[in-house]
């Protein structure tokens, strides 16, 4: 098969998830969106390469699922699928642009402040030793923060709206 032909089947796809969420089938459309992220994961498992994105439809594809995925676990009232899930987007390589990441990073350190229950720290078989390891919610949401202020010093990012979202997310956590 064709990448132009596997494109437009994972652009299938991902518009059933599309129908399903538009029709509050929210487990389904996650479901459905999950597909997407599987096929590529196992086709690919050491990531996208770079200039992927110029070739095809499917890099704006594959980020928009990665992007909703969450969000229809969220909706689905499935919150440690949701919390997989933003994990996932952020550990494996799909060859995301740096607004995209950060949209996730934040979206998902809000989710770890805000959720409910606890979270079960993340598994990671791949660090390097003696990295710092979150133990909760707050420390891995407070981590995700971090990185985005870094990023907006940085000037990877631009800033200063991004500032005072990430400023005003930390004040609880840190008794500001």
């Not at 459309?29 to 050491?46: G, M, N, R, Y």
């Not at 704006?60 to 440690?80: F, G, I, Q, R, Y």
């Not at 981590?143 to 985005?148: A, K, R």
């Not at 200063?160 to 930390?170: E, S, V």
Request: with cysteine; aromatic share 8%; glycine share 4%.
């Amino acid at each position: 098969m064709s990448i132009h032909t596997v494109s437009l089947l994972l652009e299938a796809i991902f518009l059933k998830a599309k129908s399903l969420q538009h029709l509050q089938r929210f487990r389904e459309a996650a479901q459905t969106c999950k597909v997407i992220l599987d096929i590529v994961e196992s086709s690919i498992p050491q990531g996208l390469p770079e200039n992927f994105s110029a070739d095809c439809k499917m890099q704006e594809t594959l980020n928009e699922a990665v992007e909703m995925l969450p969000e229809l676990w969220k909706c689905s009232d499935s919150p440690h699928e949701a919390i997989l899930s933003y994990r996932q987007a952020l550990l494996h390589q799909w060859n995301l642009d740096a607004e995209t990441i950060a949209r996730i990073q934040k979206q998902f350190a809000i989710f770890l402040l805000y959720y409910g229950g606890e979270a079960l720290p993340p598994n990671l078989c791949s660090q390097m030793d003696g990295s710092f390891i979150p133990r909760n919610n707050i420390e891995e949401a407070i981590l995700l923060l971090m990185i985005l202020l870094k990023k907006v010093s940085l000037k990877e990012l631009n800033g200063i709206h991004q500032y005072w979202i990430i400023c005003h997310l930390l004040s609880p956590c840190l008794g500001i």
